[in-house]
Every structure is written in C-alpha cells, then in structure tokens.
C-alpha cells in the first residue's frame, strides 16, 4: 500500500513540471518513468546524507549530555560532601570562639582584679608613704629641740632658752608624749621647761641633760625604727609591684592574643556560612540544571527514535519503489 502510494505521487510529478523542465527532458520523453527513478535515487541518496547529518548532530548532544550530566553530578556530589563538613568545622570554630570568649572574659577579670589590687597596695603605700614622712618630721623635730635644749644647758643659758619656742615645743611633748623615759622623769622634765627650778639651774647636776639624752636617744631609735619599717614597706610595695606587673603583662598578651583569635574565628565562621549558603544555591542550581538536561535528552531521544524510524521506512518506500520502476516489465 506504501508504494503504491509513492509510486502514484510519482507519476503526479510531471504533471507539476513546469514547460521548461519539459523541453529540457525531452531525452527521456519516450520513457518518462526513467526519469522518475532517477528523481527517487536523487531523493533516497538525500534522506541518506540527511541522515548521516543527523546522526552526527544527535551524537554531539548525547555526547554533551553524557559529560553534562557526569559534570553536574560530580558537582552535586561534591556540594552534598562539602556542605555537612563545612557546617561541622563551622560548629567546632564557633564552640573555639566560645571557649577564647570565655578565656578572654576570665583574662580580662584577673586583670581588673591585679590592678584593684595594685591601686589598693599603691594608696596604703602612699597614706603609709604620708604618716612616715608626718612621723619623721616629727622625730627629727623633736630630736633637734632636745638637741638645743641640751645644748643651751651645757652652756649656761637656761634661761634664754625657755624663752624660745622650742622650749615650748619640748614642754608639749613632754606633755603629750609617753615613754619609758618620759613616763619615768615627766614631773623633773616639765619644772625644768616650765622654768620652776629657777634660772640659776646648774648644768654641772647633770640631771636634766641626762634625761634628755635618754629622751633623745630613745627618740632617734624610735626614728630608726620608723625609717626601718618604712624601707620593708616600700620593699614590699615594690615586689607586690614588679609581681603584679609582670602578672598583668602576662594576662594582658593573653588577652591580646584571645582578641585576635576571637576575631579570626568570627572571620571564620562568617565567611564559612556564606560558602555554605553559596553550596547550597549552587547545589540547587545543579540539581535543576541537571533535570532539565535528562528531561530534554530524553526527549530528545524518543524524537531521535521516531525520526529513524520515519527515515528507515522513507528509504524501504524508496528503494521498494526504485525497484518496482526499475522492473524491465513497468520499463
């Protein structure tokens, strides 16, 4: 039924041949079917190239899908790969940004602590620091007033020295002051201050001179012994200082070194959620990109499939009717 079909479609055409292909046949008017099977091996070896054509063009695209599809899908892989290992190391750099956190906090509170306590040693050493220096002026005061005392009464000149404002100052020490020698001789030491044994006090007695001398040298040990105390007490302060300083130092590089990391890691971890995000997007992007291409190669299959067939049965209608015409019988 194919070829009788072709083969009436055929002898329709020269009926559609304009006048001029008509002249230019007239070598094969006597037998016009001649010149139909040469039209229809013209025909058969056209589908052929077409064919050929074809064939080539659809195997560049099954070649593209084939390395289109294994290149998407080495890249999904490796998203699918990469994206639970970056959110592992972004969860273990987030816990490390925690823990420097809480070294930085725990470093930054045993500094405040070291310099409260520095301030606190430095203003006890400073009100230290006033009533030594408040103690010595007294000492040396009251050392040099006994001094002249003593002194004024070896020379003979009593007198003139109670009138002074040392002797004044020696009287309210002596009133005010205790100690060993004061507590023992005040009464002795005040009538002579107070000017009650007479300006004709002979120093030769030696008694008051003495208890001065006692007095003084009980005051420059008790100066000593200030200047003493205060020499251990700037020691003290010094060695609190130098340990406190090189505490601090050493919390303070601590520190610095926890701000950095602490900075590198949100660094980090900012830039590891965006190439997640980023994954995630291309991984999408992927996966769509690969559905369309195995959907349209698939299409593009079933329509290879229907073209070959229509071509195949071209050529069998071809060749079955070249082979009718070409018959010495129909010739």
Request: glycine share 6%; charged share 30%; proline share 2%.
């Amino acid at each position: 039924m194919r070829v009788a079909r072709l083969v009436v479609a055929i002898f329709a055409l020269p009926r559609a041949l304009n006048a001029a292909e008509q002249r230019e046949a007239t070598s094969f008017a006597a037998n016009p079917i001649r010149k139909v099977v040469t039209m229809l091996q013209a025909m058969q070896t056209k589908v052929v190239e077409e064919g050929k054509k074809e064939t080539e063009l659809y195997d560049r695209f099954m070649c593209y899908c084939k390395s289109g599809s294994s290149d998407l899908s080495k890249s999904i892989d490796a998203a699918e790969a990469k994206i639970p290992a970056s959110e592992s190391a972004i969860k273990g750099a987030e816990e490390s940004k925690a823990q420097r956190e809480a070294d930085l906090r725990g470093g930054q509170d045993g500094r405040g602590d070291a310099k409260a306590t520095m301030a606190e040693a430095t203003a006890i050493r400073e009100k230290e620091a006033a009533a030594y220096a408040a103690t010595k002026a007294d000492y040396e005061a009251n050392i040099a007033a006994i001094g002249k005392a003593g002194a004024a009464l070896e020379q003979g000149v009593a007198g003139a020295f109670l009138q002074t404002g040392t002797a004044r100052a020696l009287q309210r020490l002596a009133v005010d002051m205790s100690s060993p020698v004061l507590d023992e001789h005040r009464e002795e030491l005040l009538a002579f201050l107070e000017g009650k044994q007479g300006s004709d006090y002979a120093p030769q007695s030696g008694q008051i001179i003495g208890i001065l001398k006692q007095l003084g040298d009980e005051m420059k040990k008790g100066l000593a012994e200030a200047t003493a105390a205060e020499e251990g007490a700037i020691k003290m302060f010094e060695d609190l200082a130098a340990a406190k300083g090189k505490e601090i130092g050493a919390v303070t590089a601590k520190i610095e070194s926890s701000l950095d990391r602490v900075g590198e890691l949100g660094v980090a971890i900012a830039q590891k959620k965006n190439d997640v995000v980023d994954t995630q997007e291309a991984l999408a992007a992927d996966k769509e990109f690969l559905a369309n291409l195995e959907k349209s190669c698939s299409t593009k299959t079933a329509e290879w499939e229907a073209r070959k067939t229509t071509r195949a049965d071209e050529l069998v209608a071809l060749a079955d009717t070249i082979k009718v015409l070409n018959d010495d019988d129909a010739l």
